[in-house]
């Protein structure tokens, strides 16, 4: 263990769990977000004895006997739609409307906006906002597919940026500020900037620095910050993107936030974005149905994370590092952490356990947590596993995964020699269509290998954590095809090919290339 971690942990054996944390959160604003606008609204309507001839059809759970018993009848009778009490998100004027303002309070944001299809219809519409066809846009390549299919919307080319690895572990992490500049400085062209923060595994890169290096030169900065909705609530965890300066970002609350599945937001920063062009591009993009039970989570998340949050993040903290100190003394096993990487900083609360000294795969240690220990964890690849640490976490079940991965090491790590050839993501494709003209090619099944050589039609991606292995438009390479093989015969749960068998692939017919 480094001096730096054997430190840490020496502080946090001292720490006690009842420890009562002072909040940073200034007084007025604290009382400002004790309200919950939306959700007291939805409240209040479920209370009324109301004869609903609206939608939805169940009629406040009346029509389907089943739902109300699993669901339960209060909750039942807030699943509604847009009403003159409870406003309307395509235009809001009320209730939404204040608390979206709240949310944007809470985020250092200029303007948020209510997002019910998670943080995938987001990144579509912050793309779609500020993109047009033929536009470059700056990006690293461990994206989420969303980005790519927001690209096929908008039109927008794919530049790609050198990302940084952590070799042995396989495992993407960020940019570099130098690497943005000196590919701005090589194409003036590029419109926008699309950045991670945090990547899945929790690695950040220097924001501060690359948007001040992007606005020198008239360039936008997007943020998918999809794994990053608590940061701004505790100082020890890493700064979000629209507090530095970003145009736009995007955080899936749901996540690491406490809200519903799905429950995400569009922060949006003025001085450069038209927000009434988001907002238009949003009521194309969305739902004019808008789920109100997610809405209203958003609310009540957003008042939690503001009076409760550094509380609750302190603890979430503590557990990460206590995890990390006992996963690091089991053999065969070390956490990932950001050593050698640029940019130091990274989110401690992404537990990232590498596993290649047990001679297991990724995949094959998540299968074993599950059906053995009845462990659910956030992801596996074929040389980690993951496991998110948030604010509903207890002592016990963090003790219970350690003692997991003990018994698990106790088992394999002897009888292991051999570590797994480290999986390596194509990270500089070549990029020979935009995603849209391929998308809307021409194109055919040929077989595997054949396919080298040839143009994508499709994107192919292990889910989670959603990130192409091959995207349409690129260049398929042999490199490619290894990587394919890999996970097939890994077990990985792969997606969006046409072939489920993954004996062929989907690419653009030569004569569409003429």
């Known amino acids: 263990m480094h001096r730096k971690e054997e430190n840490k942990v020496s502080h946090l054996k001292c720490m006690d769990l009842n420890t009562q944390y002072v909040s940073v959160v200034d007084t007025n604003r604290l009382e400002k977000h004790r309200d919950i606008p939306l959700l007291s609204a939805l409240k209040e309507y479920s209370l009324q004895d109301i004869a609903a001839f609206d939608v939805p059809g169940h009629k406040r759970g009346q029509g389907v006997k089943v739902l109300n018993q699993y669901f339960g009848h209060e909750l039942m009778r807030m699943d509604v739609n847009s009403l003159p009490l409870l406003d309307n998100v395509s235009n809001a004027k009320g209730v939404i409307k204040e608390a979206q303002e709240l949310l944007a309070d809470a985020y250092h944001a200029d303007a948020a906006f209510f997002m019910t299809n998670g943080t995938t219809s987001a990144i579509h519409c912050m793309l779609m906002s500020v993109l047009g ?97 608590h940061f701004p609530f505790h100082p020890d965890l890493p700064p979000s993107g629209v507090e530095l300066g970003a145009d736009v970002s995007c955080v899936s609350i749901h996540k690491t936030g406490g809200a519903l599945t799905q429950a995400s937001a569009l922060l949006v920063n003025k001085a450069r974005i038209d927000v009434k062009k988001v907002q238009q591009v949003i009521n194309m993009l969305q739902s004019t149905s808008c789920s109100y039970l997610l809405m209203s989570s958003l609310d009540g998340a957003r008042q ?92 016990k079940n963090i003790n219970r995964l350690i003692e ?18 480290p999986f390596k993501l194509v990270s500089h494709p070549q990029v020979e269509l935009s995603p849209r003209d391929a998308y809307f090619s021409e194109k055919e099944l040929v077989p595997l290998e054949e396919a080298i050589g040839r143009l994508a039609g499709e994107s192919i991606l292990a889910y989670p954590p959603g990130i192409p292995i091959v995207a349409p438009g690129e260049r398929i390479t042999s490199e490619v095809i290894i990587s394919l093989k890999q996970l097939k015969q890994s077990h990985a749960f792969l997606t969006d090919n046409v072939d489920k068998e993954m004996k062929q692939l989907l690419v653009i017919k030569e004569n569409n290339l003429s």
Not at 307 to 319: A, C, D, F, P, V
Not at 336 to 362: A, C, M, R
Request: aromatic share 8%; glycine share 6%.
């Open 404 to 421: 997991a991965f003990k018994d698990i090491a106790s088992q394999h790590h002897k009888e292991s020699n051999i570590e797994q050839t």
């Open 133 to 229: 066809p033929n536009d470059k846009v700056l990006l690293p390549r461990n994206i989420h597919k969303s980005a790519l299919n927001g690209l096929i919307l908008c039109g927008a080319t794919p530049v790609y940026l050198p990302t940084e690895m952590l070799g042995k572990e396989g495992i993407a992490c960020n940019v570099k500020p130098s690497d943005v500049e000196s590919m701005l400085n090589q194409d003036s062209n590029i419109k926008a900037v699309f950045l991670l923060n945090p990547t899945y595994y929790g690695f950040v890169t220097d924001l501060e620095q690359i948007i001040q290096i992007c606005h020198q030169r008239d360039v936008l900065v997007l943020v998918d910050e999809a794994h990053g909705a």
């Open 304 to 395: 939690n994370l503001v009076l409760n949050g550094h509380e609750q993040l302190s603890k979430t903290i503590y557990l990460s590092e206590y995890a990390r100190y006992k996963i690091n003394q089991i053999p065969g096993l070390h956490t990932i952490e950001p050593i050698g990487v640029y940019h130091q900083s990274y989110d401690v609360t992404k537990l990232g356990v590498n596993v290649q000294g047990l001679g297991l795969t990724g995949f094959e240690v998540y299968d074993l947590m599950w059906k053995k220990y009845n462990i659910q964890l956030e992801m596996p690849d074929f040389n980690n596993v993951l496991a998110v640490i948030s604010l509903g976490d207890q002592l």
